[in-house]
């Protein structure tokens, strides 16, 4: 494997063809660059949400060239914080362009998904996010090791199948109570 950081990591998102598939399998993240808008969100503060501009660019810019960008978070419910702020953050993701599901943990056996989050890039390359004991993103390790890849292709079929798309989920129970 290799670890992509910075530029090089960035650039998979200009770089793919077809297909950028997400899955984040852990509740709470404390990356650092989400500490303030977290807070603003806790504390019933307005967010502008520029912070999170570069991001909504770089996936307006992947969708509206034809590719597709998405995202399932396995959550456990009843939501926690940083879910319910996940909630709120991702309807700007939709907005421009990225398909993102929800999957409650207890729906799908914990064999059937990845201890780990990933990227999974035009199905032949996965990358798994790296971050420091901190919190703070430290890049991601790539691999095109054909095992690994139909591995996580395996994961990402299975959770897809199962998670709930965004506005669909906003009304269900797992929100609601």
């Not at 201890?115 to 919190?135: I, M, N, Q, Y």
Request: proline letters at 5%; hydrophobic letters at 40%; a negative charge.
């Amino acid at each position: 494997m290799e670890l992509l950081q910075g530029e090089a990591f960035d650039a998979l998102f200009r770089d793919f063809e077809h297909d950028a598939f997400h899955l984040e399998v852990q509740d709470t993240y404390h990356t650092p660059e989400e500490s303030g808008p977290f807070h603003l969100f806790l504390t019933g503060q307005h967010d502008d949400f520029a912070w999170f501009q570069p991001w909504l660019d770089l996936v307006r810019n992947a969708t509206q060239a034809g590719r597709v960008i998405r995202r399932t978070r396995v959550v456990t419910v009843p939501h926690r914080d940083y879910t319910r702020w996940g909630l709120t953050v991702a309807e700007h993701n939709t907005a421009a362009g990225e398909d993102v599901r929800w999957l409650p943990r207890h729906l799908i056996n914990p064999d059937e998904l990845s201890a780990d989050d990933f990227w999974l890039f035009d199905d032949k390359l996965v990358v798994f996010t790296v971050f420091e004991p901190g919190g703070r993103f430290a890049g991601g390790a790539a691999s095109t090791d054909p095992v690994i890849v139909n591995h996580c292709r395996t994961v990402r079929d299975r959770a897809w199948e199962l998670a709930i798309p965004h506005r669909r989920y906003l009304e269900t129970e797992y929100v609601t109570a």
